[in-house]
């Protein structure tokens, strides 16, 4: 089993920027990939960015050139370096990892989310 801890949500004027960390633990030896999903008010979840152990990254449209996905160690700690937010930007952010790769919805384990907010 994998847990992963997301924090540095909160509130940003639009502009703004925000960085979120994912602390995984467990059986972290087990993880190829780890990511960033989001869900607003009324919407589905979204995957918004992904890092593979190898380093290839992915960016959903909407976010390219604004956030940077990353990792201090290729397995226990990702970030999402958001910048130039706008209030769109405004949902739930979660953070995801899987032993395989992330394309879609399912991966294998997900935190518990924090909560970002831009005004505008």
């Known amino acids: 089993q994998v847990q992963l801890v997301e924090s540095g949500g909160g509130l940003v004027q639009a502009g703004g920027s925000l960085r979120l960390s994912c602390a995984a633990s467990g059986s972290i030896i087990s993880i190829n990939a780890m990511g960033w999903f989001r869900q607003a008010p009324g919407k589905q979840r979204e995957l918004v960015a992904t890092?593979?152990?190898?380093?290839?990254?992915y960016y959903v449209d909407s976010v390219k050139g604004r956030f940077t996905i990353s990792a201090l160690n290729a397995k226990n700690m990702v970030y999402l370096d958001m910048d130039s937010l706008k209030p769109e930007d405004t949902a739930v952010y979660y953070c995801?990892?899987?032993?395989?790769?992330?394309?879609?919805?399912?991966?294998?384990?997900w935190g518990q989310g924090t909560q970002v907010t831009v005004s505008s």
């Open positions: 995801a990892a899987d032993r395989y790769r992330i394309v879609g919805g399912s991966p294998d384990y």
């Open positions: 890092r593979t152990s190898g380093g290839t990254t």
